[in-house]
């Protein structure tokens, strides 16, 4: 079976961290989320026409989400970014997930939000290739997570939306609270942090962190 060089590095990393969670404290790798974009089945066609369905070119670490190779413009009072990436599958309500520093540039002040809790969000300009659409709300800095399986949930005494404080080690050591935990049996291990948050503590994609407190 063939099996591409990043796939494998993955595997191993994986498969690494599996065997350093058996017999001591349980490390969790980072995920770090630029700027992306999750549509609905409507606002897909508008922008890119009807019935369009996206291209994956790449899984990401959660199963069944991925990277499409399509990317919009998203565009705001003061300013725009273009190229920014589709995440799939559909959902059912589009969502525009940003930095903190991505509002400044925009003319937008993000709220920190749990995915998908969009009440009270502002809305943004989309513009595609077939289309733009102005959506009235979904735009958010995403509440940093992580994702767990139940099994890794229960070895940590943890519960679905559980709020925990993490370590960050390195020149830019730091403990982050307010980490939401989600689990579900359809998750993969792995906390997800903006490039904010990212580039404030030095830290890049598979770096571990632990958790110091649970509340």
Do not use: W
């Not at 350093?20 to 508008?46: A, K, M, Q, V, W």
């Not at 997930?97 to 925009?106: A, N, R, T, V, Y």
């Not at 307010?178 to 598979?206: F, I, P, Q, W």
């Amino acid at each position: 079976m063939d099996i591409s060089q990043e796939a494998l590095v993955k595997l191993i990393t994986q498969k690494v961290i599996e065997k350093l969670n058996e017999n001591e404290e349980i490390l969790i790798p980072i995920g770090i989320s630029n700027r992306h974009i999750h549509l609905c089945r409507e606002d897909l066609n508008h922008l890119f026409g009807k019935g369009y369905e996206l291209t994956k070119i790449k899984d990401l670490k959660q199963p069944g989400q991925f990277a499409a190779d399509e990317v919009v413009t998203i565009k705001g009072p003061k300013g725009e970014f273009k190229k920014v990436r589709i995440l799939g599958p559909l959902r059912d309500e589009t969502q525009v997930e940003i930095s903190i520093s991505d509002g400044f540039k925009l003319g937008i002040n993000p709220p920190i939000k749990e995915s998908g809790k969009l009440d009270n969000t502002p809305g943004i300009t989309i513009i595609g290739p077939k289309g733009s659409i102005e959506v009235k709300k979904g735009t958010i800095a995403a509440l940093r997570h992580i994702h767990m399986t139940p099994e890794t949930a229960n070895k940590l005494n943890i519960r679905d939306k559980d709020e925990v404080s993490v370590e960050i080690s390195g020149i830019r050591k730091a403990v982050l609270g307010n980490v939401l935990v989600r689990v579900s049996d359809k998750y993969t291990l792995e906390m997800h942090l903006d490039m904010d948050e990212a580039n404030a503590c030095l830290v890049k994609n598979g770096d571990l962190v632990k958790i110091v407190e649970n509340r």
